[in-house]
């Protein structure tokens, strides 16, 4: 093959994406690209609206990456440069990520021709009250038009996502790829013995914890008002909260009411949260809505007994009575019922555990959703035309 027959059968690919926190979407996109960068046939650029974490750990790699500040810039501002990247790098796919990088996104993509834009759905969108629920509305509708006139393909997480995506803007502009942890990252540094010395966890104590944002849509509160009913039978329970957010403050308020201050302990935000999970002797997530959130693939890939809601994507990861327990969302009596078979039969919560780890090291690992994406990427360049012109 001519050196300019390689070229044009390379696919370029631009990732375009917020990158200002360190969340599911963020770490998705990290193990994306590491693994992405290990099949042939592709060129990686990466745009981030933000410098922080995740452009830390993509400086690592073998792709070409680019900040434009929307602290610094204006969205008329960003999509100039963003205009004079894709110029530079004359992608054949655009693959957006949340409201503003696929809004920006897709409309500069159309506007240079670029053939094809991929947008990914990492979850539903979330409830917010007073102006922030009005700025997210309006976002929603622009990411809405957007989504239906200029995208060609778009990505669900789950296969519930898929669903309501499909009938929503067409099943065939649908596909369905779950996220995959990166089980080659997922070292523990500390033993457990001593990251439970250094919080103060006694070794007689069995500690359950929970990883995400404190926000609403994650169910602290219900997991608060579980540990309540389940402090009064056993009193040996303590409960460790990894994460920050805006209901930090209404959450400790609410660990003093119900008179559970000694047994609560809020950690904080954690760049690296592997060993604090693997401290953990459950795990729970009593989220209302999710897509398949990564911290549930990193407990199950830590072999950590997993008990979450029945809402999302969850199910398809967690079989209930098989790789963890299911629960109804909202409901703290079934939480803290759920919580007590595993606490009282330890043996079974550890099984729980490894049939958990071995569904994820086959099903949601990194290498299998960049092979799949990647494939999508194929398909769709295999293509005669683009959806859209």
Request: net charge positive; with cysteine; aromatic share 6%.
């Amino acid at each position: 093959m001519s050196e300019v027959s390689k070229q044009a059968s390379v696919i370029k690919v631009c990732h375009v994406a917020m990158g200002d926190l360190w969340a599911g979407a963020e770490v998705q996109l990290l193990a994306l690209m590491k693994y992405g960068v290990r099949l042939p046939g592709f060129e990686w650029t990466v745009v981030l609206f933000n410098e922080g974490k995740l452009a830390d750990e993509l400086r690592k790699l073998p792709i070409s990456l680019a900040i434009i500040s929307e602290k610094n810039h204006s969205p008329i501002a960003i999509a100039y440069r963003l205009a004079r990247k894709f110029r530079q790098v004359q992608p054949d796919i655009v693959h957006t990520h949340k409201y503003k990088d696929s809004i920006i996104g897709s409309l500069v993509a159309r506007c240079l021709r670029v053939p094809y834009v991929v947008r990914v759905i990492h979850g539903m969108p979330e409830p917010f009250q007073g102006l922030k629920n009005l700025k997210m509305f309006g976002y929603t509708l622009a990411d809405r038009f957007v989504t239906r006139f200029f995208i060609d393909k778009i990505v669900a997480v789950s296969s519930d996502i898929e669903k309501l995506i499909g009938e929503a803007y067409g099943a065939d502009r649908v596909v369905c790829i779950h996220n995959g942890v990166d089980l080659e990252a997922m070292q523990v540094t500390f033993a457990t013995a001593e990251m439970r010395k250094e919080w103060r966890f006694d070794e007689t104590e069995v500690v359950i914890g929970t990883v995400g944002r404190l926000v609403p849509v994650k169910g602290h509160i219900i997991l608060l008002e579980a540990l309540r009913i389940l402090h009064d039978s056993h009193q040996n329970v303590r409960l460790l909260v990894i994460g920050e957010g805006p209901l930090r403050s209404h959450l400790e308020a609410e660990v003093k009411r119900l008179g559970l201050k000694q047994v609560v302990t809020f950690a904080g935000h954690k760049e690296q949260a592997y060993d604090f999970i693997n401290m953990m002797d459950i795990f729970a997530l009593p989220s209302l809505h999710e897509g398949i959130p990564m911290v549930l693939l990193e407990a199950l890939a830590l072999k950590r007994p997993v008990i979450a809601s029945r809402v999302g994507g969850i199910p398809e990861v967690v079989l209930h009575g098989h790789t963890g327990l299911l629960i109804d969302h909202s409901n703290p009596a079934e939480l803290a019922a759920g919580l007590k078979i595993m606490l009282q039969d330890r043996s079974r919560a550890a099984a729980l555990g490894m049939a958990g780890r071995i569904k994820v090291a086959h099903e949601f690992n990194a290498l299998v959703m960049a092979s799949k994406t990647c494939k999508m990427y194929q398909e769709l360049r295999a293509n005669a035309l683009p959806n859209i012109t």
